[in-house]
């Protein structure tokens, strides 16, 4: 067999090679590297989330509860590549229960079977008690609000490219619609605002609590999608400190208030205070108007009875 022949069979090899692995469905899921048996379908990869048999579809984000399970069971198999200045987040991180399609169940427990109900971010929403205890729902994170200093490396950015960079990243990184992003740079401080309610979500639309999850993970350095993280300003990396979420639920939560911690008091004054200003609006309207009543007054003092009780 002469060169020019063996050259042939041996490309003619490669070839049937790289059609038997196509045929076999060999792909990686870019958008979660927390997933494993991936296999292309239709031309799109499809995987199954690590901790809980479901396939998950890598064109998207994946749901925080399956993300969370996933980051549970590999810190249970001890895998080798943690980083040596990773530890536990305690107070976020837990084994979810997830449901058919992968959403939160509205309640969670730990092993010592202490349970509490969630919302659909995952977050606690009521004190811990135990396995007696009623969650009749997954309550709705609607609002949620990101805060972080900006390490401006960038003397010259101005307010107006900062937030567009920022904001142009939440829509392509993590594929939200623009309509669910208000950022306000305040220097150094950078305010993320995402506010989707139940009406607003499409069947395709990714949901803002999965957003600030893969938000967040990139921000801690621990990225979810497999390119890595390197968001940029004015042609130089965006850097940030001090990052802090806060989650909105379309229902007050029932904690009781001297068990309370500062980050869950602080979501209750948002929405405290949220409230208030409804009502000083009606306040002001209705005596503009002539028709002021002393109702508003009544149902301040029966706000603060319910939150004292």
């Known amino acids: 067999m002469g060169f020019p022949s063996r050259a042939a069979f ?3 090899v490669l070839l049937a090679l790289a059609t038997t692995a196509l045929s076999q469905g060999v792909c990686r899921c870019d958008m979660n590297k ?6 292309a379908i239709g031309g799109a990869c499809q995987c199954k989330s690590i901790g809980f048999d479901i396939t998950v579809n890598c064109q998207t984000l994946t749901s925080k509860c399956l993300l969370m399970k996933a980051e549970v069971a590999g810190l249970k198999s001890g895998r080798s590549d943690r980083p040596e200045h990773a530890y536990v987040d305690n107070d976020g991180i837990y084994d979810p229960e997830c449901d058919k399609n992968g959403k939160f169940k509205p309640k969670q427990c730990n092993e010592e079977k202490t349970c509490w109900c969630v919302n659909s971010a995952g977050v606690r929403r009521t004190d811990k008690s135990d396995k007696n205890i009623t ?10 609000i990101i805060e972080a200093k ?12 900062i937030e567009s ?21 305040d220097k150094p401080f950078i305010f993320v605002d995402l506010k989707q309610n139940a009406s607003e979500k499409g069947n395709t639309d990714v949901d803002i609590a999965d957003v600030a999850y893969y938000f967040e993970k990139d921000v801690k350095g621990d990225p979810i999608v497999t390119s890595g993280y390197d968001q940029n300003v004015a042609e130089k990396p965006l850097k940030l400190e001090n990052t802090v979420i806060y989650y909105v639920d379309e229902k007050m939560p029932e904690f009781t208030m001297k068990r309370l911690t ?12 949220a409230i208030v200003a409804g009502i000083l609006v009606l306040i002001f309207t209705r005596r503009k108007s002539g028709k002021y009543e002393k109702a508003e007054v009544k149902e301040m003092n029966e706000m603060r009875r319910e939150l004292n009780s």
């Open 262 to 273: 500062p980050g869950v008091i602080a979501v209750i004054v948002v929405v405290v205070l």
């Open 150 to 161: 900006y390490l401006d490396s960038n003397t010259g950015s101005d307010q107006n490219s």
């Open 10 to 12: 041996l490309l003619g």
């Open 135 to 144: 969650c009749q729902e997954v309550v709705r994170t609607s609002w949620i």
């Open 165 to 185: 960079a920022i904001e142009e990243n939440f829509k392509m990184r993590y594929l939200l619609d623009k309509k669910h992003i208000s950022v306000k740079y």
């Open 34 to 39: 927390r997933t494993t048996n991936c296999s």
